[in-house]
């Protein structure tokens, strides 16, 4: 089975999973190309994405889908989802059990995707990953796991909020090509493995 069949598959089962908190709202499980070597990662639906079924298509996606195209990428080559794939009600921060609830399949959706680069947008989905990190310190920084590299950055929509985290949002941004271009030979480096039970290691390429 390849890989947008697997994730059809992986869809579906969500779909069908009535164990699962926020079934009041559309299921927006992502989109992209899922050969992709870089996911996008937020937190969960606002109201236009349970609209529209579709990951980052209001405001803070458009920022986000311009800046991919202002690295000459298409929006089309990436992958692009949440954490949680329901949109909470009233746009509130998603709960802890909310995300727990969600997680095996995120897990499951990436372990089929197998990109080099999951790009965490926002202090959920940088924490989901790195539970001690701080997004302002944080961001812009490599972290290096077994099978990926870990890149957090702003959420658009605080880029949106804030001139400052704008200019840090598309200053990191900017970096991402290079990023890709040097993510093999850093997940190939010997002797800087991160086993799972290890805190995984901050890669500086400039």
């Not at 926002?122 to 812009?140: Q, T």
Request: proline content about 7%.
């Amino acid at each position: 089975m390849d890989k947008a069949s697997e994730l059809k598959k992986l869809e579906q089962e969500i779909a069908a999973d009535n164990t699962l908190p926020l079934r009041e709202a559309n299921l927006v499980f992502g989109e992209g190309n899922p050969e992709s070597e870089t996911v996008f990662i937020g937190e969960a639906p606002g109201k236009n994405e349970d609209e529209q079924k579709r990951p980052f298509v209001g405001r803070a996606g458009q920022l986000l889908r311009q800046c991919i195209r202002d690295i000459n990428w298409k929006e089309e080559d990436v992958y692009i989802t949440n954490i949680v794939k329901r949109r909470p009600p009233e746009n509130r921060d998603p709960l802890p059990n909310e995300i727990e609830s969600y997680k095996p399949y995120l897990t499951r959706q990436l372990a089929i995707i197998k990109p080099k680069i999951i790009v965490a947008l926002g202090r959920f989905s940088m924490n989901y990953f790195l539970p001690d990190a701080k997004i302002s310190r944080d961001h812009g920084k490599i972290f290096r796991f077994n099978d990926f590299l870990l890149y957090p950055i702003y959420h658009p929509a605080a880029a949106l909020r804030s001139t400052q985290m704008k200019e840090e949002f598309e200053k990191n941004f900017k970096e991402l090509p290079q990023i890709l271009e040097k993510a093999g030979n850093l997940l190939a480096e010997r002797g800087t493995e991160t086993r799972k039970e290890e805190k995984p290691t901050q890669k500086k390429l400039f």
